[in-house]
């Protein structure tokens, strides 16, 4: 069992540019959660998602930012046009039955 | 302030010591996590208490839970060099449908 996927590790964009994070769940989950870090900061929630739903963005910004998760292949954050205040580190969370989560190791988003 | 507020945010102690962290929150939760950190790294699971528990143990962890004054703490005791990392209590909120929220975290510095 690989636990969570996310790639790349590290992203560096210029402004303007779409950055795509991706994030496979644990065999078998089917709940992924996206969380931003900012630096020396916790953790905030973004979204919610199952299989080919939403269920909660209330996390999300209200633009350039989409999430998806499609009935095949990981979970994609979509950042479009990025801006500075974007860089962070992207952290996907994945559970079986919405509780007990398995955090991947993150993707560090540089926008230069 | 913020759901999941821990205090202090930096704490630096010898080997062998004990390491005390605690968190405050402001709503009803099912249940609240506690987190570690490394510098640069993704998070990891440590203890999970629900809202009917007072107390639980792992290893060296201790984690206590108190519902009517909104507060839990983490006990690291015989502290070691390796236990340095950032700590985060994380909230379950009742009406969160199951996004957690996190707090600032606690900055943990055991020296050798």
């Known amino acids: 069992n690989a636990g969570v996927m996310q790639n790349p590790r590290h992203l560096v964009r210029r402004r303007g540019q779409e950055a795509r994070l991706r994030c496979s769940p644990m065999?078998?989950?089917?709940?992924v959660y996206w969380y931003r870090q900012l630096p020396e900061e916790g953790l905030k929630f973004m979204v919610y998602?199952?299989?080919?739903?939403?269920?909660?963005e209330s996390g999300m910004p209200k633009e350039r930012f989409s999430a998806e998760f499609p009935k095949e292949g990981p979970s994609i954050l979509r950042i479009q046009q990025v801006v500075r205040g974007d860089s962070a580190a992207y952290f996907c969370?994945?559970?079986?039955?919405?509780?007990?989560?398995?955090f991947g190791s993150g993707t560090r988003l540089t926008v230069v | 302030s913020q759901q999941g507020e821990e205090d202090p945010q930096a704490l630096s102690i010898q080997e062998g010591e004990n390491a005390t962290m605690n968190c405050s929150y402001k709503t009803s939760i099912n249940n609240l996590q506690w987190y570690r950190q490394n510098s640069g790294r993704g998070l990891v699971h440590l203890i999970l208490?629900?809202?009917?528990?007072r107390e639980k143990h792992s290893g060296r962890l201790r984690v206590t839970l108190d519902t009517s004054k909104k507060s839990s703490s983490l006990l690291i005791t015989a502290s070691r060099a390796a236990d340095t990392a950032s700590y985060f209590c994380a909230t379950d909120e009742e009406t969160s449908g199951s996004r957690l929220t996190f707090g600032e975290g606690t900055q943990l510095t055991v020296n050798p």
């Open positions: 998602l199952q299989k080919e739903n939403i269920i909660d």
């Open positions: 208490i629900r809202s009917n528990e």
């Open positions: 065999k078998g989950h089917s709940h």
């Open positions: 969370a994945s559970s079986l039955l919405a509780a007990g989560y398995t």
